[in-house]
């Protein structure tokens, strides 16, 4: 049987492409229809947040109960988060040329910052492979993560707050403030954060259930 | 219990109730969504997500078929 969670995320993300094309915006210039984008492009690095977050949660979980499977999950989390910042990255490719006119500017600090939380993390999958002993690679592996997702964290969430970015929200701009009291905006922005989550859960959990047959098979 | 899942469906539906437009306002595509075929574009987007779930869904069976061998 498919758990319930499951089905929301599905219906949670259909409503949001249905009302999303449909539902009625601010009329603002520049941005025009493409406003719509905060519904599909935002709630994605949402749940690469929430991977990242996921991840670092197991990897503390290992650390303090030595407890192997959390390792597998910990891995699996941050794989499914840098899955989904493929999608964030190239959708924001796309709304920058069309907004700012150019695919990508290193001038933004939210670029730069996610740019690097990328490297940082591909770092932890290399580091990773390199190590051989399973109780060690998890152990590094761990501490490890947690430092990522500091770094990441300081990059994307603090660092563009800090200075001038084009982005809402960051260095002055106001956040959602403009359309955030935008109600038609809000109860479509909502189902789809959660609805990504929920979905980005679901990837996560297919693929956590293969590691584990993968690891017990490895161990017979 | 069944009142407020009715609500929460119900508060899907408050979109619907548009606000009134200014003549100069931004260009906004206003017109296309109701003569522009833009629910065949909204199906589309439907097909092709329901296709992935779909295809989601194949391999969790898969797996789950997987776990019972194990």
Redesign the interface.
């Known amino acids: 049987m ?1 758990k319930w969670w ?1 089905i929301l995320s ?1 219906i949670l ?3 949001t ?3 999303g ?5 601010p ?3 520049i941005l ?2 493409t406003i719509r984008n905060v519904y599909y492009h935002v709630p994605i690095w949402f749940a690469m947040l929430f991977q990242m977050g996921y991840s670092v949660v197991y990897a503390i979980k290992h650390l303090s109960k030595d407890d192997f499977n959390s390792d597998i999950v910990s891995e699996q989390a941050a794989q499914t988060g840098l899955f989904f910042a493929i999608p964030g990255l190239l959708t924001g490719c796309m709304w920058a040329k069309f907004t700012w006119g150019t695919w990508w500017t290193f001038e933004d600090p939210k670029l730069n910052g996610v740019a690097i939380a990328v490297l940082i993390y591909l770092a932890y999958f290399i580091l990773r492979s390199s190590i051989e002993d399973e109780q060690k690679r998890a152990r590094i592996a761990a501490v490890y993560n947690i430092f990522a997702f500091v770094m990441m964290f300081v990059f994307i969430m603090i660092l563009p707050r800090l200075t001038d970015s084009l982005h809402p929200g960051n260095g002055g701009n106001p956040a959602f403030g403009k359309y955030d009291l935008d ?2 905006m809000r ?2 922005f909502y ?1 789809a954060v959660i609805g990504w989550i929920l979905f980005s859960l ?2 996560l ?2 693929k956590k ?2 590691a584990l ?1 993968n690891h ?2 490895n161990e017979q | 219990m069944n009142n407020k899942i009715v609500i929460f469906l119900a508060s899907f539906l408050l979109p619907l109730i548009g606000k009134a437009q200014d003549a100069t306002s931004p260009q906004m595509a206003d017109t296309f969504r109701s003569e522009g075929k833009i629910y065949v574009v909204i199906a589309v987007l439907a097909i092709v997500f329901l296709c992935i779930v779909a295809y989601l869904i194949y391999i969790d069976i898969k797996v789950k078929k997987l776990e019972n061998k194990n």
């Open positions: 498919i499951k599905v993300i259909l409503y492409l249905v009302w094309m449909l539902g009625s915006v009329h603002l210039d025009n229809e109600l038609n109860i479509v189902p679901w990837i959990d297919v259930r293969v047959i017990k098979r």
